[in-house]
């Protein structure tokens, strides 16, 4: 069961960027998620953390979110340095670290379309992996929604396409939480991502924003093959997500180097 969660504890001032953190827009930013059978998960997370479950008509699930964007101005949050584009897609799971109690998520993996995949994938062990990421998107600005919103990634680890689009009279519903403000902050809000590195060591990174402004979103067509592959989400299970959410342009602001965790 879901305890109460509030923004104004969650939301703090933007630690001071030093080194080599990264500031960058993330556009045409979506969060599909989906709700699953905990048991679905065994064997991806280190037994640090434990699913963060929710309860959904007297069954317990544990939520997946599949983030495509587009990173814009991706550049040094302390220097002068050249801007770069490139279209991304996480794979997060929703998890507890039990040896601080804090709510975070655990990236599966990242696809990225982008020479400098080289830097956390060689330098760092980060679990990301090349692709081919095309977006296909219209936004209307004076209705303030998308009227077309397509994803395509060509991959060897990862392929997968999803299309989107809004109604303006949607609104958000968040089964499982006790109310909207909890399941936004949990949905939202994680600033600490672990994972497994690529030599199998845990490994853990920090970002930050402000609080998101999403709306609700519609799937039309989902293909996500490293959620079929990995028995967590079967393609026709794809197609009913639990909940998508939308937003046209946010900013993040990313601390590196990732650390590894001991």
């Known amino acids: 069961m879901q305890t109460p969660l509030f923004f104004e504890d969650f939301l703090h001032p933007q630690p001071k960027p030093t080194g080599i953190d ?15 059978d905990p048991q679905r998960f065994d064997g991806l997370i280190s037994e640090r953390f434990k699913l963060d479950t929710i309860v959904i008509d007297g069954q317990e699930k544990g939520l997946l979110s599949v983030v495509p964007f587009v990173d814009v101005d991706f550049t ?17 799971i929703y998890v507890i670290d039990t040896v601080t109690g804090e709510k975070c998520v655990w990236f599966l993996g990242t696809t990225l379309d982008s020479w400098t995949l080289f830097v956390p994938r060689l330098l760092w062990n980060l679990p990301w ?56 902050v949990y949905l939202t809000h994680p600033l600490s991502g672990f994972f497994y590195r690529r030599d199998g060591k845990l490994g853990s990174y920090q970002v930050w924003h402000k609080q998101l402004n999403v709306t609700p979103g519609r799937l039309i067509s989902a293909r996500f093959d490293l959620l079929s592959r990995l028995g967590l989400v079967t ?28």
Request: hydrophobic residues 30%; glycine residues 4%; contains cysteine.
């Open 235 to 262: 393609e026709s299970e794809q197609q009913s997500p639990y909940n998508v959410l939308i937003e046209p342009l946010n900013e993040f602001t990313v601390y590196l180097p990732p650390r590894r965790v001991r």
């Open 22 to 36: 990264v500031f960058c827009r993330l556009k045409h930013f979506s969060i599909i998620t989906y709700a699953i």
């Open 76 to 92: 040094s949050a302390v220097y002068p340095f050249p801007k770069f584009t490139m279209g991304q897609t996480n794979y997060r």
């Open 129 to 184: 992996y090349s692709g081919k990421v095309t977006f296909d998107c219209e936004y209307d600005e004076q209705r303030a929604c998308y009227t077309k919103y397509r994803m395509e990634t060509q991959a060897e680890w990862a392929p997968a396409s999803v299309e989107l689009t809004q109604n303006l009279d949607d609104t958000i519903t968040l089964p499982g939480f006790p109310d909207l403000e909890t399941g936004m």
